[in-house]
């Protein structure tokens, strides 16, 4: 991965050794062989407060990667009554060259967990164009007891994939949460998920697909 830069900032890399998307006539679409530069318009969430998270984007243009380091729901003990959730939004500007869209077809997301019997976990993902009324939405949910580090992974279809308009730009929303409920557990007991980067690999990556657009 390329070195990640703090929200706010720009990332731009060069194909180098392109994995090809498949396409649902059965060949290949490659990504565009030129760069790709992906701005953060902003970031909002109590999941991802200013300066707590990052973006890379792959050497290949297949993938980017976004990595926190105060992203953590937690109920039970002395914790705050809000803090059973936490959100996160990125509203991202993908620059790609002309006469090529591209969509998100998978995203692997990472953490921690420690949930009491009785317990349980939550993270969730939503993935729009701005203006658009197409969404995708994942949840995956993780019961307690349990204290270990959790993946989960959003797979979509190529028929159900959500393409970036042809000819427009309209910036990308990545909308996460991560939620905790309480449950049967003990109420003096603190049960927990992190999504961050506490262990320096724990991160989320976005696999993206390409197209080329109609008349190319």
């Known amino acids: 991965m390329a ?7 720009a990332v731009a890399a060069l194909v180098t050794a392109a994995v090809p998307a498949h396409n649902p006539s059965g060949g290949f679409v490659d990504p565009p062989p030129d760069k790709i530069v992906i701005n953060v318009a902003t970031v909002n969430g109590s999941g991802c407060p200013a300066g707590t998270a990052a973006v890379a984007v792959s050497e ?22 809000t803090a059973f959730r936490k959100n996160c939004q990125l509203n991202l ?3 790609v060259p002309q006469g090529f869209t591209y969509a998100i077809a998978e995203a692997d997301y990472r953490g921690f967990a420690s949930l ?37 992974t959003d797979t979509t ?12 730009q309209r910036n990308f929303n990545i909308n996460t949460e991560v939620r905790v409920n309480a449950g ?20 989320t990556v976005y696999h993206m697909a390409w197209k080329e657009c109609p008349g190319n």
């Open 184 to 203: 049967t557990s003990s109420p003096s007991k603190v049960s927990f998920m992190t999504m961050d980067s506490t262990d320096g690999d724990i991160s």
């Open 116 to 152: 009491q019997a009785g317990a349980s976990g939550v993270q969730r993902a939503s993935y729009y164009f701005q203006g658009s009324s197409q969404t995708a939405a994942k949840t995956h949910t993780f019961p307690g007891a349990y204290n270990d580090n959790w993946q989960a």
């Open 93 to 95: 500007i993908v620059h």
């Open 3 to 9: 070195s990640g830069l703090l929200l706010g900032g």
């Open 157 to 168: 279809d190529w028929a159900q994939l959500v393409w970036a308009p042809c000819g427009v």
């Open 60 to 81: 290949d243009n297949t993938a980017f990667t976004v990595t926190y380091s105060d992203y953590l729901a937690q109920v039970g003990g002395n914790s705050d009554p």
